[in-house]
Antibody, heavy 121, light 108 residues
C-alpha cells in the first residue's frame, strides 16, 4: 500500500527554521509529485508548494516564495519542506500529499499524517 | 483569479441531498477536486477531475460543472458525511494549487 509518513511535531522560536520530512513507500517515488499543504487550527487548507521528483522542479505559492524550500532525497524516497524565519502565524499542521496521478500534480488521495509545527517564544 | 469561493456552511437533513458549490475564474480551464476532512484527520479525496470518484468513495458522492462553478453533490446524506469539504483547483496557468475556503456540512 501507498504510505506517506511524516516526521514528528516541532516547537520552534520566532525567527528559527523548521524542516519536515515525508517518507514515501508503496509506489515509485519518482513518478508522482509531492505537495505540501498546511492548516492552522480551525482554518482552511493552504498550499505551500510542490516538487516533481523526476525533474526536481518546484513551484511555490507566492505568499511563501521567499521563505520555503522543498527538496528531496530520492535514495530514501523522502521529500522535505523547509520554512525559514518562522513567525507565530506559521503555527499549523503541515501535510505532504502525493499528486493525484503521474501527469497531474494536484494533491490526490494519499496524504501524510500531518506534522504539528508550533512557533512560540 | 487566484480565489475559489465556497459557502461557509450548508445544512441538510438526514437522507436528503446536499449540494456544495465552488466558483472561480480559474475553473474555466482547470479541473476541480473535492476533499472531505473530519476533525483531526487528513483530507480525503472524494471527487477528482470534476466528476471522477476515487476507489472506495461511495456512489452517493458526485461532482459536476457548469462554466466556472463546480458542485459536489452528496445524495442520501448520512450522519457520517458531516465534515468540512474543500474544493481545489489550479490557477489559470496550471502551475499553482489553490483551495477554496471550505464548507462545513451539518447533517440535521
Amino acid at each position: 500500500q501507498v504510505h506517506l509518513v511524516q516526521s514528528g511535531a516541532e516547537v520552534k522560536k520566532p525567527g528559527a527554521s523548521v524542516k519536515v520530512s515525508c517518507k514515501a513507500s508503496g509506489y515509485t517515488f519518482m513518478n508522482y509529485d509531492i505537495n505540501w499543504v498546511r492548516q492552522a487550527t480551525g482554518q482552511g487548507l493552504e498550499w505551500l508548494g510542490w516538487l516533481n521528483p523526476s525533474s526536481a522542479d518546484t513551484a511555490y505559492a507566492q505568499k511563501f516564495q521567499d521563505r520555503v524550500t522543498i527538496t528531496m532525497d530520492a535514495s530514501i524516497s523522502t521529500a522535505y519542506l523547509e520554512l525559514i524565519n518562522l513567525r507565530s502565524e506559521d503555527t499549523a499542521v503541515y501535510f505532504c500529499a502525493r499528486g493525484v496521478d503521474t501527469t497531474d500534480f494536484s494533491p490526490g488521495d494519499y496524504w501524510g499524517q500531518g506534522t504539528l509545527v508550533t512557533v512560540s517564544s | 483569479s487566484s480565489e475559489l469561493t465556497q459557502p461557509p456552511s450548508v445544512s441538510v437533513s438526514l437522507g436528503q441531498t446536499a449540494m456544495i458549490t465552488c466558483s472561480g475564474d480559474g475553473l474555466a480551464k482547470q479541473f476541480a477536486y473535492w476533499f472531505r476532512q473530519k476533525p483531526g484527520q487528513a483530507p480525503v479525496l472524494v471527487v477528482s477531475k470534476d466528476t471522477e470518484r476515487p476507489s472506495g468513495i461511495p456512489e452517493r458522492f458526485s461532482g459536476s460543472r457548469s462554466g466556472t462553478t463546480v458542485t459536489l453533490t452528496i445524495s442520501g446524506v448520512r450522519a457520517e458525511d458531516e465534515a468540512d469539504y474543500f474544493c481545489q483547483s489550479s490557477d489559470i496557468s496550471g502551475s499553482y494549487v489553490m483551495f477554496g475556503g471550505g464548507t462545513k456540512l451539518t447533517v440535521l
